[in-house]
């Protein structure tokens, strides 16, 4: 990386947080100064624009009653349309390929409901088998609604090392019985960050169309979706983008595909001006809030208002430059200070194939990570050996990197970790 040397004394990371230039962020999120927050890749802190903006809208529930659908700074009838014009920058679309709507999941089946239309020997949904298990538990669903078997019909590229794909081994499965492609944007637990440029032209010389699963790399990592022509995307709001638990999601369509009929149909689909005509003939709008369904989560997504004003304001490819120099020092701290006490890194160390976490591996990773959140450090455990360690652009410092990883040493010198049974909580 330009500029960046490693040293591993504290006043490092002190002399690194003032060059900073988005340090300001900082103090517009609530911090606690009992814990250092490394899960943002999992839930993001609450902004206190977030906050503003969600009580804005419950002060215009309150003073608007049914007339905020039409009313206020906001109104909640083209809130959907309004967000997805402000995400389109994160991930290099068109205002109108975007829009903010449903879940994960609930997004991926309106997609593959779309886009999946097996015929003849085209019949079968290329995946990977390093995918997060919700989509995989949806595209087993969409093979088997179309009388197929999802043993035969669902293709999971195999990772050659347990951590990583290669990117020869997913264009060799694009066969001609291939009528789809789903892959992760980023691997959720290596985070290793796929070529979707290279994946996207080769999915398309073969004729087959092709999605991306953004949930760990959308608010990290800028991506150009319309330039390199992706068919569709989807993701969710509540990691890196910071709306809050459960919070809605969003999804992309090129537009080259508007004006197709969505798989699923709801009256919030609708072209707006035709959607309280009422009637029983589906027309749907020539954007991508044509893959809406129900009546949108107005108070979910009222936080997206003032989370995404600092977006605008951070600009992605500033939050990109300050996420890698982080994740770098994160691994030349680890690097430096837990050799030989059984650690290994996981994630890609090459800044344009890693996202915004870092894998650290270890046989006691269950139990490491409860000793960490005992000495107020929060990271997240995923099966079966990984600790994700995700330093967040907006509100983390290299100094909270440092003190995390001193803290680490401390607990694995001590053996505070042999306390904790090694197996996950209930919610890892």
Same mark, same amino acid.
């Given at each position: ?43 993001? @802190?609450? *902004?206190?624009?977030?906050? /503003?903006? !969600?009580?804005? #809208? ?8 049914? &007339? %905020? ?31 903010v ?32 298990p919700?989509?995989?538990?949806? @595209?087993? *669903?969409?093979?088997?609604? /179309?009388? !197929?078997?999802? #043993? ?8 050659? &090392? %347990? ?75 509540y ?10 999601g ?10 197709r ?53 951070a ?19 680890i ?52 600790i ?10 290299f100094?909270?990197v ?20 090694n ?6």
């Amino acid at each position: 990386m330009d500029g960046y040397s490693f040293y591993p004394g504290l006043a490092h990371a002190q002399e690194l947080d003032r060059q900073d230039e988005l340090s300001r962020f900082r103090e517009e999120f609530y911090t606690s100064p009992e814990t250092i927050y490394l899960d943002g890749n999992s839930l993001g @802190l609450l *902004s206190k624009r977030a906050e /503003r903006s !969600l009580l804005a #809208a419950l002060n215009d529930w309150k003073q608007l009653a049914i &007339d %905020g659908w039409l009313k206020g700074d906001h109104p909640w009838f083209t809130m959907a349309e309004e967000l997805g014009a402000k995400m389109a920058p994160l991930v290099g679309a068109l205002p109108d390929e975007v829009i903010v709507s449903g879940s994960t999941t609930t997004n991926l089946h309106q997609l593959v409901a779309t886009f999946y239309q097996p015929a003849g020997k085209r019949t079968k949904i290329l995946a990977d088998e390093l995918n997060f298990p919700s989509d995989i538990y949806a @595209l087993q *669903s969409q093979i088997r609604l /179309r009388g !197929l078997d999802p #043993a035969d019909h669902l293709i999971r590229v195999k990772s050659r &090392d %347990g951590r990583f794909l290669q990117e020869e081994d997913i264009i060799a499965a694009m066969t001609d019985e291939v009528a789809l492609v789903v892959l992760p944007t980023v691997l959720y637990r290596s985070g290793q960050l796929l070529d979707i440029e290279r994946l996207t032209a080769e999915a398309h010389e073969r004729g087959i169309p092709i999605g991306f699963d953004g949930c760990h790399s959308v608010g990290a990592i800028p991506h150009q979706f319309h330039a390199w022509d992706v068919d569709f995307a989807y993701w969710c709001n509540y990691k890196y983008v910071n709306n809050g638990p459960g919070g809605v999601g969003g999804l992309y369509v090129n537009r080259k595909h508007f004006g197709r009929l969505p798989g699923l149909a709801g009256w919030f689909g609708s072209q707006k001006e035709k959607q309280f005509d009422m009637e029983h003939t589906f027309t749907p709008a020539e954007t991508a809030g044509a893959y809406q369904i129900g009546t949108p989560h107005i108070l979910s997504m009222a936080t997206l208002i003032g989370s995404l004003e600092m977006f605008h304001e951070a600009g992605i490819d500033r939050l990109r430059r300050k996420s890698l120099l982080l994740t770098r020092y994160l691994m030349d701290l680890i690097d430096y200070e837990l050799g030989g006490m059984g650690f290994a890194i996981g994630n890609p160390r090459e800044d344009d194939r890693r996202g915004g976490h870092v894998s650290l591996e270890h046989q006691d990773a269950a139990r490491i990570c409860k000793a960490l959140k005992e000495n107020g450090i929060i990271p997240d455990f995923r099966a079966p050996n990984i600790i994700r360690l995700a330093p967040v652009a907006f509100y983390n410092t290299f100094e909270e990197v440092w003190r995390a990883i001193a803290v680490l040493k401390t607990i694995m010198t001590e053996k505070q970790y042999e306390r904790f049974e090694n197996r996950r909580n209930v919610v890892a």
